[in-house]
Nanobody, 127 residues
Framework: QVQLVESGGGLVQAGGSLRLSCSASGRTFSNYAMGWFRQAPGKEREFVAALNWNDGNTYYAISVKGRFTISRDSAKNTVSLQMNSLKPEDTGVYYC????????????????????WGQGTQVTVSS
């Protein structure tokens, strides 16, 4: 059984930084796609960033490109999201997700493609 546990959320001022971590267990995650999504109150869950574990290809939403960086640590089975230059509109619950197949750029933004989800971690950016 795949388990994903997020950590690292919190309250930060606009312009600040946070680093989220997703600890993955229960499988060998080579050939998996790993993604980060977020959901603000009253809004749908939206894609933030993703990577394919095996080849390390990364994908970003336009709204975060250049500010956020997704990475993996194969030794620790961890996927991280470094978030810099945070804005109030980055506020939301951030979820880690995993799919047992590598995804192309066409499919990584679709939350329906991911089979496993963490419980989420709150990120609040104050203005």
């Amino acid at each position: 059984q795949v388990q994903l546990v997020e950590s690292g959320g919190g309250l930060v001022q606009a312009g600040g930084s946070l680093r989220l971590s997703c600890s993955a267990s229960g499988r060998t995650f080579s050939n998996y796609a790993m993604g980060w999504f977020r959901q603000a109150p009253g809004k749908e869950r939206e894609f933030v960033a993703a990577l394919n574990w095996n080849d390390g290809n990364t994908y970003y939403a336009i709204s975060v490109k250049g500010r956020f960086t997704i990475s993996r640590d194969s030794a620790k089975n961890t996927v991280s999201l470094q978030m810099n230059s945070l804005k109030p509109e980055d506020t939301g619950v951030y979820y880690c997700a995993a799919d047992p197949t590598e995804l192309s750029s066409l499919w990584v933004p679709d939350p329906n493609e991911y089979d496993y989800w963490g419980q989420g971690t709150q990120v609040t950016v104050s203005s």
